[in-house]
């Protein structure tokens, strides 16, 4: 054997190795510490576990997460394919930030509602699909309910000084999920047949029920009042957490000055859109008009699934987007638990669920303590245009569509990590294309002119809800703004109202990085622009859209090198 030949012999296969530690830590590390997670992706050897925040499993955890963060920087990126290449930034991403949430942000030390969220979603991913026998599924719950006891002891020992609005939203959350426990559960398991296996959830249910009980007291007695902490990241935690999460590294005060731009261009639209509706009325005075235009909240969820057939129709005709199937989301409303921080979600089954493979979409209607007046004001967020740019974004062409091209993603990697920029980017970008290509004009969408206005005023009314979050979240985060004027901010320069002001104010406060949305969708539009002038008369809309959504969830970083062939900025 020559000299040469022996050398390249002896040269690492880096593609195979790179699979064989990204295998490894996905279900050492990733797939071990969140088995809700790996429930909800179809991975069922997880179902019988619960996720730890005790003190010793987070130190032990710290420690696979930097270990496999040097396995994987060993392996040099310059040896991979171009998609391999992409994954091992994802990867090393996901682990960054995964060591910044437990070592920095510290959620575990800071949010009561992690506990509490996590024991009812962990019963919820093991109900709603029937992805095996109801004994099956039954003694995975079990398994789960013996170790939720704990789980809440637990938060006893960390919580330590957490921010007042984290343990207002924990005490606020926890009467839906105390009843989600006593009514829900175990009327989805009414079918189970072993008698022992019933007699013994009866047993660890009560159990569940007594400690959550507890320990919604504990909080309002005890933690409550010690509840100073400061809700902020900081600066330098939020720039890392969007360049792990979503690989921006741009500079904060640059990211505002875009957010502040699209902010202006999008209430200037409204503006004009509204003169030529009611030239007599200020814009205020029509989004409150426009807000009225609301369905019954009994009718809301028909009013959601009646969208579909008109949103597929014009899919296709137009050639927006491949739909890789003709199986509908199921319409329903939001599980008790989630309702605080959320109005209308997608819940789609995981890339690996051979099973069960139903989608949910959720819709939050208002709640039964409302008064009428606060109905009211709840309902104006769900009016004849925010109903369509909802369907929209969550189902078709937005996420629901999107998971339908997981299947296509490049790899194991690509079906598992992902970034919000791109699928709450791709959802947001949707709603306004959509609109851009023609639907919501009299009969495509709407019945008349002054319908299809409303429609563009609903999109665009979701666009500046998007836009302050974006400036709203590194405002709070970084000191600048005060919960209080960040509510203002939602009401004056978001359009929305004080209900919803409410609500997306709190989520900023636990969910910093939540400009992903607009971010996202700027980025999209740019590459699409980008690819425009890159093809020419060649360019396909669906084939672009066919080919972002091809990629699987990676930052539009990754999806720009993969689609222009270059790194050039994405925004």
Request: net charge negative; glycine share 6%.
């Amino acid at each position: 054997m020559s000299l040469g030949i022996a050398a390249q012999a002896e040269q690492p296969d880096w593609q195979q190795q790179f699979e064989k530690v990204s295998n490894a830590y996905l279900d050492q590390v990733y797939l071990h510490y969140a088995p809700s997670q790996a429930t909800v992706l179809g991975y069922h050897q997880y179902d019988a576990q619960l996720e730890d925040y005790s003190r010793g499993t987070i130190n032990a955890q710290v420690a696979q997460l930097k270990e496999y963060e040097q396995r994987v920087e060993l392996i040099p990126a310059a040896a991979l394919s171009l998609t391999t290449r992409g994954d091992r930034a994802m990867v090393l991403g996901n682990i960054r930030s995964q060591l910044l949430t437990l070592e920095v942000i510290r959620p575990w030390q800071r949010n009561a509602d992690n506990y509490s969220s996590t024991c009812a979603n962990a019963a919820f991913v093991l109900m709603e699909r029937r992805f095996a026998p109801p004994d099956d599924r039954l003694r995975s719950l079990i398994a789960r309910e013996i170790q939720m006891v704990p789980l809440l002891a637990a938060a006893r020992v960390n919580l330590q000084n957490p921010p007042r609005v984290f343990t207002e939203i924990a005490i606020e959350q926890l009467p839906g999920i105390i009843s989600f426990f006593q009514h829900d559960v175990p009327a989805a398991f009414t079918d189970a047949r072993d008698p022992a296996l019933k007699a013994k959830f009866a047993q660890t249910n009560a159990a569940v029920i007594t400690a959550l009980q507890q320990y919604q007291a504990w909080l309002k007695a005890h933690l409550l009042p010690k509840s100073n902490g400061n809700f902020r990241i900081g600066a330098d935690a939020f720039r890392k957490k969007l360049e792990y999460d979503e690989m921006v590294d741009m500079p904060l005060d640059k990211l505002l000055q875009i957010g502040w731009a699209d902010l202006r261009r999008n209430q200037e639209h409204f503006q004009q859109v509204a003169a030529e509706l009611e030239p007599n009325k200020t814009p205020q005075q029509v989004l409150e008009e426009l807000g009225t235009d609301h369905p019954a909240p009994d009718q809301l969820i028909p009013s959601f699934r009646a969208t579909f057939d008109n949103l597929i129709s014009f899919i296709r005709s137009h050639h927006i987007v491949t739909i890789p199937s003709d199986v509908r989301p199921i319409v329903e409303e939001t599980p008790a638990f989630m309702r605080a921080t959320t109005t209308a979600s997608m819940d789609t089954p995981g890339p690996f669920e051979t099973h069960a493979t139903e989608a949910y979409f959720n819709v939050t209607l208002p709640d039964p303590t409302m008064t009428p007046a606060e109905v009211e004001g709840y309902m104006h967020s769900f009016n004849v245009g925010t109903v369509i740019s909802t369907a929209v974004h969550e189902a078709y062409p937005g996420h629901y569509v999107q998971f339908l091209w997981v299947p296509h993603a490049p790899s194991r990697v690509r079906k598992i990590l992902g970034a919000n920029t791109n699928v709450e980017g791709w959802a947001h970008y949707c709603e306004q294309i959509m609109l851009d290509e023609g639907y919501g004009q009299p009969g495509e969408g709407a019945k008349d002119k002054r319908e299809s206005e409303f429609l563009r005023l609903g999109q665009l009314q979701d666009a500046l809800l998007r836009n302050a979050r974006f400036i709203v979240g590194i405002e709070m985060h970084t000191g600048n703004m005060t919960m209080t004027q960040a509510e203002e901010f939602f009401q004056k320069e978001g359009y929305q109202s004080k209900e919803v002001a409410q609500v997306e104010t709190k989520r900023g406060a636990g969910d910093p990085t939540y400009l992903y949305y607009t971010l996202g969708k700027l980025e999209i539009l740019k590459l699409r622009a980008d690819m425009q002038k890159k093809q020419g008369t060649a360019f396909s809309l669906q084939k672009f859209h066919d080919e972002f959504l091809s990629q699987g969830f990676p930052p539009i970083k990754i999806v720009r090198e993969a689609m222009i062939g270059d790194d050039s900025p994405a925004l």
